[in-house]
């Protein structure tokens, strides 16, 4: 039966292989409320340590990494998507005031090549270190005349937990709070299908290409990992009045900011208050694009965004430095007034 499954393009052997290479990396991706290793057929974590709580709220979310998998393959570079994948989860979880506790993936790909998957691996392991979440279990699904050999996709889920006394959101922000923006490390990991159609198809660029602009190639500032803030933003939520926060994924700051917004306030963003980062000016100028299809569609130098109390914005800057984040006021929260209740306004023009 084993011959004629690998006949049929599923490889039982590389599978195992596979797990055994990537034991060690999930090794360093561990908890105390961790239970066994891989390999069973659930992962296991004590929910004793929830006793701690008054009343502990469960948080979850799932995501993948889109189409940004197109340049690891390409480049047949695979060590550093798996944090783009953990970025794009954990860092929903934060904003409501969760900590991230466990994370599980799922590898789906046409052939299984174990050191591949070893180094997707890693590279998922490496970002839950960075976390602080566990790396509790997973699949890796071979998937023939589905998937072509090198291609592969990658998705997870993962579970945080936050005291309903603390959970951070809409209900908390009021007038005169303070948007505090937080540095992106480049793209990220959304907008892939336009940037990539841009520069690589539109525009014809090769991912080897030297861009000056950029100091290093276009592949490598394409697969520039996602980064990773949920430490950072956990250590304002518990040492400032943070009232809410945004992770800036699809649909850009605007729309992001709005869904943490109450009906009672507006926000005004100044985009003088940061200079817009090479690569998205790049993108602009490749595919003619104009501000606001832009501004919708990539994060444009923000990753992540705080709404604090405005006495609280510098103790708030200063904590997100020493997890070097680089964060800065990038508006004001205040009563709508002419503004559309509940929305988001982008004034002024980025910094040369």
């Known amino acids: 039966m084993t011959d004629a499954y690998a006949e049929a393009g599923v490889s039982i052997e590389a599978g195992d292989r596979a ?46 990494v889109g189409t940004k998998v197109a340049i ?81 996709d990658v998705a997870g889920s993962t579970t945080g937990v936050v005291e309903h006394d603390k959970l951070l959101g809409s209900h908390l922000v009021q007038p005169g709070d303070a948007v505090i923006a937080m540095a992106s490390s480049g793209l990220h990991s959304n907008g892939y299908s336009l940037v990539r159609h841009v520069l690589l198809n539109q525009a014809g660029w090769s991912l080897d290409r030297q861009v000056d602009e950029l100091g290093r190639t276009l592949g490598e500032e394409l697969l520039e990992p996602t980064r990773v803030y949920a430490k950072a933003c956990l250590a304002i939520a518990a040492q400032t009045r943070t009232h809410a926060m945004s992770h800036i994924t699809g649909g850009g700051l605007a729309a992001n900011l709005e869904r943490v917004l109450p009906e009672t306030v507006a926000v005004t963003i100044d985009r003088g208050t940061w200079t817009l980062p090479p690569v998205f000016e790049l993108v602009r100028a490749a595919g003619e694009i104009d501000r606001q299809d832009l501004e919708s569609t990539l994060n444009c130098g923000v990753g992540m965004v705080a709404l604090v109390d405005a006495d609280d914005a510098k103790k708030a ?27 988001v306004t982008l004034v002024g023009d980025h910094r040369a």
């Open 19 to 64: 797990v055994e290479l990537m034991k060690e990396w999930v090794e360093k991706a561990r908890r105390p409320e961790m239970l066994g290793g891989i390999g069973g057929f659930a992962g296991l974590f004590d929910a004793s340590a929830l006793k701690s709580y008054q009343h502990p709220l469960l948080a979850t979310s799932a995501d993948g």
């Open 72 to 152: 690891a393959q390409a480049l047949d570079k695979h060590d550093t998507i798996g944090f783009d994948l953990v970025g794009m989860l954990v860092d929903d979880l934060v904003v409501c005031g969760a900590e991230p506790l466990f994370l599980t993936d799922y590898i789906a790909t046409g052939k299984v090549v174990p050191e591949r998957i070893a180094a997707i691996v890693s590279g998922i392991a490496e970002a839950c270190v960075v976390a602080g979440c566990a790396l509790i279990g997973g699949e890796t699904a071979e998937h023939p005349g589905l998937l072509g050999p090198d291609e592969y």
């Open 317 to 343: 800057i200063s904590a997100l430095a020493k997890h070097d984040v680089v964060a800065w006021v990038a508006g004001v929260v205040h009563e709508p007034g002419v503004s559309r209740p509940g929305s």
